[in-house]
């Protein structure tokens, strides 16, 4: 199964591709490196996520998984970048418990592109999250998005504002 890893502010993932389809991202490095056109792609749309420049990704997806699972993943999917849905807010949508949804949220293959991250516990409380430093990392997930969803030139105008008289990019 080919795989490329890229180094991301949130540490190392490592992604992988099955008959042209995204179906891992794994915390850390992978061991092999094989640069297909999907893997290069899925990467350069990682870091442009991380750069503020897009919210979402466009990568055909074949996480492996239950018909339950893919259902939440999908509702995972529907979340606006910058925003939240409680564990209760989705099983009630799913018809399911939160206990399910929180299951099924904990098994996504592919984190961050299905961004369980935008799922918080009960009274917006964080929450936790399994991949990277734990909920630590979901938390820069989520100011990323918030900060890329209300300054208009992404995050990273925050850190370098324009200088008067100059057009920023």
Request: charged content about 20%; some cysteine; hydrophobic content about 35%.
């Amino acid at each position: 199964m080919p795989q490329l890893s890229c180094l991301t502010p949130v540490g190392d993932v490592t992604f992988s591709e099955d008959e042209g389809a995204i179906v891992a991202l794994d915390w850390g490095r992978g061991r092999d490196q094989d640069r297909t056109p999907l893997l290069v792609e899925a990467v350069a749309q990682l870091q442009d996520y991380f750069d503020g420049k897009r919210m979402t990704f466009d990568l055909p997806l074949s996480p492996f998984g239950s018909a339950f699972q893919r259902r939440v993943w999908d509702a995972l999917r529907a979340i606006p970048p910058g925003e939240t849905r409680s564990y209760g807010d989705l099983a009630q949508s799913l018809g399911s418990s939160a206990r399910a949804i929180g299951q099924a949220n904990g098994a996504n293959p592919i984190p961050i592109v299905i961004p369980c991250h935008r799922v918080v516990a009960a009274a917006g409380r964080l929450g936790g999250y399994s991949g990277g430093d734990g909920a630590s990392t979901k938390r820069v997930l989520l100011d990323l998005e918030r900060r890329a969803t209300t300054t208009p030139n992404g995050p990273q105008a925050e850190l370098f504002p324009s200088s008067p008289g100059t057009t920023p990019r």
